[in-house]
Every structure is written in structure tokens, then in C-alpha cells.
């Protein structure tokens, strides 16, 4: 059933809960969907795996695999659950790494895209401003970052700023960071994405670069991303949608876009403590690479 | 025709749309509304004179003026005209105090409401970094300043601290400028209200006031706002109210407070550039202030 | 021995070092000096009481009691004792609140002076905003907090905001936070000064405010600094001293006059990492007055 | 007459004055000194030419031009002549562009050196956050940006990571802009210098990075830096010398080397107006190349 309200979400959960509907999500081989939960039902995992053009087609979402990891409590004060969603986190970041071949000691450059002034859209610098650089100290495990900026101010895209560095500085993957925009309001500071398939053009908060993925990169590129905003569009659709139930849905759709489309385009949602919440999941994600890549091998062994 | 959906705005002048119906507005006693044009019909001013109890029960405000600066390209780069409407606003400024038995050379303490780490209410501590301190300097036009932070950093209400610096430093008037929320998305960026009512418990952004008014602070106050977010929930009970003109207000008010109220309290509506509009209508206020108070007198003379 | 070159210290304990020699303190009525080491030797404890006019008249600081919490590892990454020396000066803040009469479960005000922009000025403010603000929620053990700003930012003295507030919210006692200049650059992020005297004009690393102390403000006042910069004019006043001993006292305080006077007199000596170091003492100084102020009671009880 | 203390300065022109006496600098054919005035005395020009290995040996800088654009009224307030610096600046940039063989249009890569969050370190990227942008906007005059960070915060040189740049992105020159240590505080915050000669390791107020040239780089490299810093020895050595004129200069030189090292090594002089000069300085650089890059041609056309 293509075509339903084409509201953009950058997170292949939500993809997968648009597009294809409870049963049909089953039959489709494209797509295996999975998930497990962790630390007594608190952190909930899911796994959504694109196998083929098929599925990439339906969901909007390159071939490869995306993995959710989500905490309704992550930025409460009390009873929070930071460092369990970290190393949760950090568990599924050494999966990554290994599936795509990196052993112990490798090294790996952390990019941290987005604009330090634009409070929804710094979680990449965010990130970077906490994470432990080791590549002049260590033997092994050589971490090294870099905020490339946003086109307005650099003039150049991030694709072409990181490619350059890469094929100076010579490391063996790259973690991307991100801002995403999600489809639902409660995503907001409780949801981090992980994906093998890199950043796409029209992906992220702004839509400044162009891929930034193991082909055109030449070794493997992961995505960390959480969502910071929701387009304006979505909830008012939302809203439609379950007064609606009785109007054919293709009526609704275009009563929806006249609606949306003339006043809401660039308007987004987010939480009133937007930046406090984007403080708070830096630290985690920050975290998460901190154990991820310093404490020991992400081989296993 | 009472209880209409409760969104709040803190604008008088949407709350008069929201809560009159045309015809009923002219019959209204409590009520006058003007309008006039300026700069070749690019600034539109507006006034809402709130004259009884009667009216302010109406709309939700108390007895007083409201006055209304919008300039739909305030903000542009291209074109734009933050000179223009800095002068008209200055202009207004000028009139509320003349009108508060203020004369040249009277000293005024501007205050800067609202935190200045979150970018939709750092409005009020923006506008005091731009403006002119001149009472250690000049004897006449001896302004001063204060960003009294947000309780939660503080402990105490701004209304306690302003109130405090009042008795000791003998200011003859006060500026409030404060960040506010408003019903509609094109008010973001665009608009800015002066009142000589005040700030109200329940107004502005946060919720972290009690009253500061003239009545509190023993002399007049002045409050300078401008919209910087809207509540998710206004916009989606306006898309629903143009797709269901046949249903029942009543029922519609209930389905529309089911829908939203769980999940959208909290939520906020703003622009994806909020971090630069915010800049730039500190900017405008500013320089409003500047030119009022420094340019010579608001005697009029 | 009166009339050595006047290059100034905020610090009780570098004033008594220069002004009175070694048997010279010994005899002098007016100034009492101890000294006591915590830590195992690491963290060093010194106390000038200066008990009388004559005192204050040889030492340049009013009546009172000064206390040094000095920890020439404070900062260091590796080996460092933040959490000790927060401790300490727990202790010390919690002795000077008790001398003054408070009780467990009294309301205080702490004041961060300083500009937040200036790097070796922005102690005061940074503590505060690393400061538990309990007055909106405790019944006991009230802490409110305000960063009033500098003189050219606001038009007033801090002493005239803090007076204000005190009469609007009836604390009874207020802290002051305060970054401080001192004699020699071995102090400089190593060192904390505690006093129950408050502040006093041409104190400070600026020299914005009038008195703030307990006869201005009806209340204990104490005044918590730690120096951020030493004058230019120091060192080299060090340096010529030692080279010329030969050289007459009287001779050589002209010599040294006619030379710094000229250039050196807004220069300041900051070590190269000051911003990281302003950072760390504002982390300790504020962990110290949380301690303080809200485990439990400074009544000794 | 070599072995003159080693107290550092990135300024040529002042390397020159400590390094040949007068007569002497006549008479070395390894260096031309020239200066000129403009803007009525109110700016000096002069200009450091290190012709031969000689010349680089005595000055201990490398072959090149060295360009020095001095204003004492600079950063003032009333009187200051931003502007005119600016132009002159840009006059100078342009000249040295033109030099390098680069034509009308050619496309530069501004590169801000240093840490934005260490005051005195922060000159490249406030100088970034100023510039006009224009690679994605004009076919001629192509501006790109990036400020690589520090290797404390990326594990990378910034040589390592602009050589990458340049060789995905291709610019035709190189503009560095990076914060100097000076040996005079006479120099802070009123001396900019331009050199093509690039940046060496050693250079600069960190010590961050190795070469940045024509040679490592591939293409014209033009250094522009202004002093943030004097090393706090400097003064010390400045006031012994003019106290101990009788004195032999070798014994001098041991006594001051005695003296200074094993407590001034880190320590730096800055004004306590830093973090505003700095925000000067980046603003009078930034105008000067967006005037020198956009105002159309270098060529002299």
C-alpha cells in the first residue's frame, strides 16, 4: 500500500510502522524486523534489516541494518538510566564495527556533522566536545575526531571535507554523528539509531551534504543518530488520521497536504527543554563511543 | 460564545480573534480595536484597547493597552527592515511612556526575562546584552539593567529580585521584555507586543513569575514581548477545525482535548531558523530601546 | 617597615608575607597566623586573624577572619583532589556560618560577581552555575543564588542589586563569590580565600562595586575568591628584587616604579590554560557550598 | 652578535629589533626592512624581507615577506579606525595573492588555527565565524572555510587535516589565520602580520602543529596572525636589562634565564581586556578579507 502521507522520518522504525502495515510487515521478504528488551524492559532494541532493493524501496531506506536503541526514562533526572542506555549503546556500536570487519585496535574517525548554533541540529559537535581522542596517545584503539561544519560556513560539504581527511589521516572506519527528525513527538531525546549504511542526501535535521557512505568513502561508515524535531506536518496529520477514520485516504491525504504544506512546511516540533535534551543524549551517545571503542577490543574476543 | 478551545496566546491581539467573532468584537464595549499601516504598508500596527472589566474577561487580559508591531519582513536579509520597525517600535515606546506621566530624563530599568541557555526564551537576557547602559554616565535618560534569571536557577521569583532593585535604586519606570507564545506560526519572528499592563502569572514562555505590574512594583511598568514558539497543540486543533465545519463545537472541543492533551502538552511548534530569529528580533527590540530612550526626549516636546 | 612597593593582593595571607617580615608578624598585636596541613601534607590551611585597626592599618584588609585553602594539586588531571579540597573548604565554609550565628536551616544568598565573558572574571558566575538552588524546594536550608552583573552591563553596583534583593528576600546570610588577584602566579587555580569581612572597594579582579559586607547589608556576609591573575607588575618587581640587593630599598621601588608604571599597569599574568583553570576552581568552590549548605547542618550539631 | 635571550615572538619585525642592532641590520644583506604611514601617521606599515638563508638563520624565521600593519588606535572605542585597517589589510592580502601568481577568481581556502574555546587561542576561528562564504554561491571569488580545531580535540594536525581538504576540494590558495605570541605587550591587540611564508611548527601560541606551507601544501600558503600573547618572561627580561645596563650581557642572560624559567615557563601577559581585543581583532582581519576576496579583483585590474 505505497503512497500513504510521505512525511519524512529518518529512523527506519518508523519507516517500517508507516509503510507497511502489521501483517503485510510480515509477508514482505525485504524487510526482517526485529526486537528484545533490556535492563528489566526499561531499554527496548529493535532491529529493522533492509536485505534488498525490494525492501529498500518500501521502506525509503538503503539496503543494510538499522538498530534502535530507546529509553523512555534516558533524560530523566531521577531514576534515569544513562549509563545502561551507554553501554547498551556501546554493545551494539562493537557489533557494528565488527560485522564490518574492524578488529581490536583499529582506528576509526568520529564526525560530528551538524551546526553548533542550531540547538536541534549540534548533537554531532555535541558529541565530539565529549569524546576521548587517543589517536596521538594510544598504540591502538587511534581515535581521532572532526566538527566539519555546515556548508554555510565551510562552503564545502561535509562528504568532501571527511573524504579528504580520510584519505590523509588514513583510519579504518568512520562513526558519523547526527541530528535526525522523527515522525512522532516521543522519540524526542529517547531514541538512538544506529545504522552500516551511512548518511544519505536529504537525511538529517538540515539536508547540507551529500552521502557520506562506504562507497564513497572507501571503508566503513556507521550513523549514530537521534532524533531532535518533529516536522509540524506530522502531528497535524496524525491528528487527521484518527478523527478521519471515515474519509477515503486518498481525500484525506490531499486535504492534509492543502492544509500542511502552505504554513507548516518549515516549521518544526520539538520538547520546550529541546536543549537540555540534546545535552543530555550527547553525553550518552559520547559515552556509548567512550566504552565502545576504549574499553578493551569490540572483536569479542 | 464562550469556551472556545483554551490555547493560550499571549497575544492580545489573537486573543481578540480568537475569542470575538467579527460583528461581535464592534458590539463589545469593553473592547476597541485600531489598526494603521506604516512604511508603504510593510509595517502594520495594531491596538487593543482592553477598557473595562467586561473586556478583559472577554479576552483573557487585564484592563490596559496593547499594542501590536508586525512587519512580515522583519527578518529577511534580503529586503528586510529591522531599521524601520526599530523606529516604529521606538515610536510606541515613546507613546506608552508619555502616556505613564513619564517625562524626558526619567530613569528606566529594563529587565530581561526568561534563561538565557534556551534559545526560545533567551529573547529577554539577548535584548539587555544589546542595549545602552547610561546610568553611570549621563544625568538625564539614566537606564539600567537586569537579567534576573529563571527560578529554577535563582530561587527566587524575577517579580522578588526586580521588585528588591526597585526599592533600592529608584528607577521611575520599568521595561519588561520577555519572550511569549502566540497561536499562530506566522507570528514567530514577525511580531512584537507592548503592553502597559505588565507581566501576568501564566504568561510568557515559562510559567515562572507572579505578577510584575504597576501595581507590585509601585511605579509604571512597560512589557515588550515577542512570540518565539507556539503550542503543538494550536495548530492541530486549527488543521481539524477547517476539516470538521459540519461537526458540533462542543464535541469537536472534547475530541480535539482527547487527542492532544496526552501526548502534545509539553510539545512546542517553532521555526526551524528559531535560534537566528531570535537573534534578530533581540536586535530590533534593542534598538527600539536605544532609539526611545536615548534620541532625545519621549516628552514629545 | 611600612611603604614596600604597593603592587596590590586580594589575598590576606600573600599581605602579610610582604608587608610583615618574619619575628616582625611574631610581635605585631593586630595579626594572628596559623597554619595546618590536611590530606596528608596535600592540602594546606592557613588563617589570618587580623585583630584590630592597628592590624588592618599593616595588613591593608579590614578586621576580620581570612581563610587560605591552598592545594598545589587541584587541577592536575592525574592525581588531582577535587573532591577533597571541596570537602575542606566545606568545613571551613561551614565554621565561618556558624561564627557568624547561623543555624542549620538558614537561608542564604550566594552571589556570583563577576562578568561571565571575561574569562579570568567569570568565577562568581560559573560557581553558580554549578550551585544547588534549593529555596523553591526545601523547607530548611534555603539557598537562592544571583549573578548581578558588571556595572557597565547594568548601570548599578553589585552592592546596590544584592542590598535589594536581601530586603525583598530576607535571607540571613549572603555568600560572595568573587575572582581575586594575587601577588605571585604560584596561586593562580591553587588557591581559595574564605573571609567573614565580605567585600570592600578596589577588591576583585575588576573594581565594580562598592562595599558588600555585613554593615551595608545588615547580614553576615562572606566572601568566598580564588585568584585568577596576578599584575604584570609583580613579576618583575620579583625579579628586579632579587637581582638588586645591593641596590637601596627606596632607590629600587623608583627604579621599578618608573618602569612598569608606564606599560605594564593593565597587563595581567594569567597562566596559558586560565579558561580550563576558571573551570575547575568553579567546580570546587561550588561542590564545597553544596556540601556546605545541604548535607546536613553547618551547626556542628 | 648571536645569543641574545631566546624569548620567542612570531613577529618578524621584532625579531628583527631584538635580534640585529642597527647599524648592523643595514649591513646585512640576508634581510630589507622597509616601513611606510598611512591614514595620517595612524597606521604603520613596514615590511620584513628575508631574502637568503642568511637573513633566515639571523632572524630565525624562514625566507619570505613578512608584513606587518600596526595601529595603536585600533581597538579603541572613540577614534578607532577598524575601517581603515581593514582596507589597509586588504590592500596588503590582496598584494601578496597577486604575488603568488593568483588571479581574479581564483578560489581560497580560509583555514581559522586554534582552540575557540581558549580566548587567547580563539583569533582563527572568531576570524572564520566573520568571513563570507562564497564557494557555493559565485562562479568567481570562491570562498571555503574550515577551522580544523586542535590536536588535544581531533588526534589530527591541522596540517593533516587541511592538506586533506585541499586536496578533495582544490582551492588555488591557502589563507591561514592563527593567534601570535609577540615579545612586546605594546603589540597586543594593535599589530596584525602577513606573511607567505606559511606556519612552522612553533609557531603560534599553542604549539600545535607541524608545517602549513607552499612546500607541504602544494599551492601558495599566506599566513595572517596577530598577537594575543607576550610570555611573561619577556617583561622580565625587558625590565632587568634597562635596570642592569653595567652589567656584562652574558652574566645577564644567566641570571634572567635563572630567574625566569622555573616559575614564569607557562605563564603569559595579556591585557585584562583580552576576550575583547581578541573580538576586535578577528573582526578587523575578517573585513579585511571579505574586502580583499569579494571587492573584486586581487589582480590589481
Known sequence: MPNRFPIRTDLAVEARETTLSGSEAESISG?????QEEDGGRIHISRVLVKNEK???????????????????????????????????????????????????SSVLVVGLGNPEVTSDSLGPQVLGN?????????????????????AQ??????????????ETKPE??????????????????TIQLTDTGIHPG?????????LDAETMGIPVIAIGAPTVVGAAAIVYDAVES?????????RYQMVKDLVEPKLGPMIVTPKDIDDRVRRLSFVISEGLNIALLHDAYTGA
Do not use: C, F
Open 203 to 211: 537525511s538529517g535535521v538540515g539536508n547540507r551534504r551529500s552521502r
Open 31 to 35: 524487510v526482517v524486523y526485529q526486537q
Open 243 to 251: 478523527l478521519m477514520e471515515e474519509v477515503d485516504e486518498a481525500e
Open 55 to 105: 525492501g529498500a524501496k518500501a521502506l525509503g531506506k538503503p539496503k543494510g541494518n538499522y538498530l534502535t536503541v530507546e529509553a523512555q526514562d534516558m533524560w530523566k533526572n531521577e531514576g534515569g538510566i544513562h549509563r545502561e542506555v551507554s553501554e547498551a549503546l556501546a554493545h551494539q556500536i562493537r557489533a557494528l564495527l565488527k560485522e564490518a570487519g574492524l578488529k581490536k585496535s
Open 154 to 167: 565551510t562552503g564545502m560539504e561535509a562528504a568532501e571535507i571527511v573524504k579528504g581527511i580520510v584519505g
Open 131 to 151: 569524546l576521548r581522542i587517543t589517536r596521538t596517545l594510544y598504540a591502538d584503539g587511534k581515535i581521532s575526531g572532526i566538527v566539519p561544519g555546515v556548508m
Open 173 to 190: 572506519a568512520v562513526i558519523v554523528i547526527d541530528a535526525l527528525a522523527a515522525r512522532s513527538v516521543k522519540r524526542l531525546g529517547t
